[in-house]
């Protein structure tokens, strides 16, 4: 009996350590910008979005599963794979891809902590520049594991959106019937949301971050199952914070009309119907995403270029030793910080805008991803299987007509 408790400790313990780089990554997707897409999505459509989020989750599960996987087998970064399997050109590209999309995704998550303190009556020219100093002492002055654990106590401020949830009173079997039943519109705001939510569900810093994670903690191949769960669970709570924050604000502002102008005003607008409460825990939830995400996007741009160009990496290294590393890290914090700082910035603008440009970029990054991870010369025998495949290839398609439909939409003038 002895023997048999020490064998159920002992993996527990393992499990424990291996959590961490899928609870992480996926969390810190639910940012800012996703906060606000979401937001805008049960404002504008009400519950009109709510199916395709048990269908991003599966999506994130295999995505981020076949990124951890490749980090793990291979012992390098999605970047470095990149530069290897097809040479310096594309990498670069890929690069150009990311940081674009990351540059943008980094002002949406000060614009974030701005929203959610302004909220509380703090300026944003208070705010954020604490806010900015924190992120860079976080990473920059400290240590893998401790950051990990900063990190980690954050992504648990998201269950404020699920009491949110409850205090939104919604119509359950409304609720029910259309997170299993599809309902889509063919306008060019509808098909832009839609490419913004997976955009922000699937983001392509994503794939970076979990893999390099994997890679800089020394996850082993021992410890790939172990790896799994922590995906598997990271994903199911984001979409299970996505899915709240759609009936929320579903159930509460689009009733009434309320259209969201900023993210601010989404936790403000919950007030007259869901209560002070409400109202409080959404803007909690937002600052902490806000402030997980502000250290998350700097990282994945200074891993991901780092790689490209084989210059040292990582959060255990000195600036003497990865000066490379640890300039675009601060380089994009005080990037991010400063933009939001400018008066009169249409902060949901630049939130909806970062996620839609994510959902743009994706495919192109995932077939990168799909080619590698069906290389056998790199992954050997854990290449991905035929069920992985045809998702993988499905979302690329589909993205890219979401793309093709929103260009002809708007080429035709039918907002």
Sequence with gaps: MAGSADKRRNRALLLLAAIGPGVLTSMAGNDAGGVSTYSVAGAEFGYKTLWLIPLMTLGLIMVQETATRMGV???????????????????????????????????????????????????????????ALVVWLLVVRGSYRNVEKVLLALSAVFLAYIAAVFLAKPDWAEVARATVVPSFETNTSFIVLVIALIGT?????????????????????????????????????????????VV????????????????????????????????????????????????????????????????????????????????????VIVCGAAFVMFPNLDLIAVMVFSQTIGGILLPFLLIYMIRIANDRRIMGRHTNGPLYNLFSWSTVLIVIALTIALLVLTALGMA
């Design 201 to 245: 569900t699937i983001a392509p810093w994503m794939q970076f971050f979990a893999q390099s994670n994997v890679v800089d903690k020394g996850t082993s191949i021992k410890e790939l199952a172990l790896s799994r769960v922590d995906v598997i669970a990271g994903s199911l709570a984001a979409g299970v914070v996505a899915w709240a924050i």
């Design 73 to 131: 087998v291979t012992g390098k970064g999605f970047a470095a794979l990149i530069r290897e399997k097809f040479g310096l050109r594309s990498s670069l590209l890929a690069m150009l891809m990311l940081l674009f999309s990351n540059m943008a995704t980094s002002v949406s998550e000060f614009a974030g902590i701005a929203a959610a303190t302004e909220v509380m009556g703090v300026s944003r020219y208070v705010t954020v520049p604490v806010a």
């Design 248 to 331: 929320t604000t579903g159930s509460t502002l689009h009733p009434n009309g309320v259209q969201v102008s900023s993210a601010a005003a989404a936790a403000q607008a919950l007030a007259p119907v869901a209560g002070s409460y409400a109202t409080t825990l959404f803007a909690v939830g937002l600052g902490s995403a806000s402030l997980l995400a502000a250290c998350v996007l700097p990282l994945t741009a200074a891993y991901a270029v780092c790689e490209a160009f084989g210059w040292e990496r990582g959060i255990d290294r000195s600036w003497s030793e990865a000066p490379a590393f640890n300039s675009i890290y601060t380089l």
